[in-house]
């Protein structure tokens, strides 16, 4: 054997000595103990990723869910809204022609009554003119109807003179 084997078996000695060492004192056990351990915390670790990863999913689900119904009662509100402004927009249109209507009468009876209120005018002012010309005929007719009677009363006076 030359020196490089014998050092190789002084190593391959120590290596096993030194593991026997290490079963002798339960090392092994420990280590094995240690990597249980390590494994079982992995494995809590990996089953608590999993509940949180279901948990977000559900509660993703449930979000989305949410939004649905959200979007859904968003849109129903709009919907009530144009309903509702298409309804006061009609009510308001109604009102507004219904005013319209009432200030048309309003005005149409105002010119109906200053229409009678000038005919009513006029003919009083065609009546004030007749009684004027009437008093100024019968003035007249009564003047010269106080002219005949004098040449009346003066011809039968006349006419009795001559006859006694």
Do not use: C, P
């Not at 020196?3 to 000595?17: R, S």
């Not at 990996?46 to 999913?57: C, G, I, Y």
């Not at 402004?85 to 200030?103: I, M, N, P, Q, S």
């Amino acid at each position: 054997m030359n020196e490089m084997e014998l050092a190789e078996l002084w190593v391959a000695i120590a290596f096993f000595l030194f593991v026997g060492i290490l079963m002798y004192y339960g090392v092994h056990k420990s280590i094995a103990s240690a990597l249980d351990s390590r494994g079982a915390k992995i494995a809590a670790e990996l089953d608590e990723a999993r509940r949180l990863k279901e948990e977000a999913q559900k509660l993703v689900a449930e979000y989305k869910r949410k939004q649905r119904e959200a979007e859904t009662e968003a849109e129903s509100i709009v919907t009530a809204a144009r309903a509702e402004a298409e309804r006061l927009a009609a009510e308001t249109r109604t009102k507004l022609e219904d005013f319209v209507a009432r200030r048309t009468k309003m005005a149409e009876d105002k010119i109906a009554q200053a229409e009678t209120q000038a005919l009513a005018d006029v003919k009083a002012f065609a009546a004030d003119a007749a009684v004027k010309a009437a008093e100024g005929i019968l003035s007249r007719v009564a003047h010269e109807a106080g002219t005949a009677e004098r040449l009346i009363g003066n011809a039968i006076a006349d006419v009795k003179s001559k006859l006694n």
